[in-house]
């Protein structure tokens, strides 16, 4: 089994910063790729960031491209979402996630492994 714990989250106003960090454990982090989910009140969740096994692949949705930053740390297996220029429409709950299979995974259905959650809430 995978454990995932998500800090960081908070609240802060349009315009500001945050940064993400998800601690894993369970099996060989540096193996994977790992992702970044949120999931907004009465909306499903829905795709964020990936990195690919050693970080030097990344994939971003468009509503985030530009601002937002994944990277990983393969000695302290930790994963980090780096946000930028934060919007209202950016309040959600961030979940880290990891998946079922080797390969750089970018589809909501190809992650298995799920954090708590951690809640980001932007002010205008």
């Known amino acids: 089994q995978v454990q995932l714990v998500e800090s960081g989250g908070g609240l802060v106003q349009a315009g500001g910063s945050l940064r993400l960090s998800c601690a894993a454990s369970?099996?060989?982090?540096?193996?994977?790729?790992m992702g970044w989910f949120r999931q907004a009140p009465g909306k499903e969740r829905e795709f964020v960031a990936a990195v690919n096994w050693n970080g030097g692949s990344t994939y971003y949705a468009d509503s985030v491209k530009g601002r937002f930053t994944i990277s990983r740390d393969n000695a302290k297996n930790t994963v980090y979402l780096q946000m930028n220029s934060l919007k209202p429409e950016d309040t959600a709950v961030y979940y880290c996630?990891?998946?079922?299979?080797?390969?750089?995974?970018?589809?909501?259905?190809?992650?298995?492994?799920w954090g708590q959650g951690t809640q980001v809430t932007v002010s205008s």
């Open positions: 996630a990891a998946p079922r299979d080797w390969g750089f995974r970018t589809k909501i259905d190809e992650y298995i492994y």
């Open positions: 369970g099996r060989t982090f540096s193996a994977y790729a």
